[in-house]
């Protein structure tokens, strides 16, 4: 009977535990056959955007992080050139924007670079999302572009898809494909 007492205790810890872990791993397969591995917190969910193949919202405050890796064969071309390609977005943004000027800032990481910038839409529709971060990062021997859509002003808006794209891995497919 004791036996049984542990047991359900030890259950029971354990599922609390996996409820209120902070964040948790999810693998999505890139255009290569690669892995691109993120740890989302737990009050993000996957949401599905015809827009971006990876796409997570944020259930305390809408942020949505869409996240959309460029083809393989497009990043040797493009990878030395990704803060011009940022000023490039950065520019047709500011069109729109109620800034007058938005830096492109750097995000230099131990296994990732990239750059960015903050804005905010001056022509927000009901329901819209009024601030967005965007940016191109280069992480593993892959580029990818990002953006935060948030109703909250940078940096408190857009600082956990940071977060989460800051965990971002890459497993090239011989490394989990191989057979040992």
């Given at each position: 009977m004791s036996y049984l007492i542990v047991a359900a205790l030890a259950a029971c810890s354990i599922g609390l535990w996996l409820h209120l872990r902070p964040s948790r791993s999810h693998a999505f397969m890139g255009p290569d056959g690669s892995r691109v591995i993120m740890k989302i917190p737990r009050h993000w969910a996957r949401s599905f955007d015809q827009s971006s193949p990876i796409c997570f919202r944020d259930g305390r405050n809408g942020s949505l992080l869409q996240v959309t890796p460029v083809p393989l064969e497009l990043?040797?071309?493009?990878?030395?050139?990704?803060?011009e390609l940022v000023e490039a977005q950065r520019d047709d943004i500011l069109k729109t924007s109620v800034e007058e000027a938005i830096p492109v800032?750097?995000?230099?990481?131990?296994?990732?670079?990239?750059?960015?910038?903050?804005?905010?839409?001056?022509?927000?529709?009901?329901?819209?999302?009024?601030?967005?971060?965007?940016?191109?990062?280069?992480?593993?021997?892959?580029?990818?572009?990002?953006?935060?859509?948030?109703?909250?002003?940078?940096?408190?808006?857009?600082?956990?898809?940071?977060?989460?794209?800051?965990?971002?891995?890459?497993?090239?497919?011989?490394?989990?494909?191989?057979?040992?």
């Open positions: 990043v040797a071309t493009l990878a030395p050139r990704i803060k800032l750097p995000l230099i990481g131990p296994s990732c670079t990239a750059f960015y910038f903050s804005a905010t839409d001056s022509e927000v529709k009901p329901g819209g999302w009024a601030f967005i971060t965007h940016g191109m990062l280069s992480a593993y021997g892959r580029l990818f572009h990002f953006t935060v859509l948030s109703h909250i002003a940078p940096p408190r808006g857009a600082a956990e898809g940071m977060n989460i794209l800051a965990t971002l891995m890459v497993i090239p497919p011989n490394r989990f494909t191989q057979r040992v």
